[in-house]
């Protein structure tokens, strides 16, 4: 089956750095890539929503500045988190998607803490 | 855009008793709409999924319901077992790929052995 990997599993940073967050498709091509943040005991909550090649759509109130996404290849996206605050603390997690298979499949999530 | 209300945000059953956990959502156009199990800090895990196209789908004793007039959708669990006790989110989106899927804000079942 369809399978997303997505590193780190675990990242404590301190205030004010950037980290970096990467979700691979190892056996399909994600033409979409969505990336949610979940916080403790709350629900998923999209972020944004890459396609190759595009610049990012982004929901509203999440800072494109402050959250970067790049999807330049079918099989990789990236999520940086810039001048991480403790705030920023949560659960990220990607889940990709492909026009010629239905379904999503998510990454195996990140746990930011931002100390 | 697409909004999606899951009902009750907890549920405790004895076990061997059933468990139904209620959506409901806004866009019409929404036709795919999954069932996902979340366990403590892991990947949500897809249970069952319904399309516009049937009103109900079964998997052994999962079971999801869908009213596409009103706009609702259920999972059913039959025999509950302590092992299904997670987190459960409903979903919806306007087809199965490259669209977004909007959650509900999930049920915390427990189940009481």
């Known amino acids: 089956g369809a399978v997303v990997s997505q590193h780190p599993s675990r990242v404590i940073c301190k205030s004010g750095t950037s980290v970096k967050i990467e979700c691979r498709s190892l056996?399909?091509?994600?033409?979409?890539m969505f990336w949610y943040r979940q916080f403790p005991k709350q629900s998923l909550m999209l972020m944004a929503t890459?396609?190759?090649?595009?610049?990012?759509?982004?929901e509203q109130g999440v800072e494109k500045d402050k959250f970067l996404i790049n999807h330049a290849s079918l099989t990789l996206s990236t999520l940086t988190v810039t001048s991480a605050h403790p705030e920023d603390s949560s659960f990220y997690i990607c889940?990709?998607?492909?026009?010629?298979?239905?379904?999503?499949?998510f990454g195996s999530g990140t746990r930011l803490t931002v100390v | 855009g697409e909004n999606v209300e899951q009902h009750p945000s907890t549920l405790s059953v004895q076990e061997g008793d059933s468990a139904v956990i209620k959506c409901t959502y806004s866009?019409?156009?929404?036709?795919?709409f999954p069932w996902y199990k979340q366990e403590l800090g892991k990947r949500p895990q897809l249970i069952i999924d319904?399309?516009?196209?049937?009103g109900e789908k079964k998997d052994q004793r999962i079971a999801v319901t869908l009213n596409k007039t009103a706009k609702h959708f259920s999972l059913h669990i039959t025999e509950t077992q302590p092992e299904d006790s997670a987190v459960y989110f409903c979903?919806?989106?306007?087809?199965?790929?490259?669209?977004?899927?909007?959650f509900g804000g999930g049920t915390r079942v427990l189940v009481k052995p």
């Open positions: 889940s990709a998607s492909d026009t010629n298979r239905d379904g999503y499949t």
């Open positions: 056996d399909f091509q994600a033409t979409t």
């Open positions: 890459s396609n190759e090649g595009s610049k990012a759509t982004y």
């Open positions: 866009d019409s156009a929404s036709n795919y």
């Open positions: 319904i399309r516009s196209n049937v």
């Open positions: 979903a919806a989106a306007p087809k199965a790929a490259g669209n977004k899927l909007t």
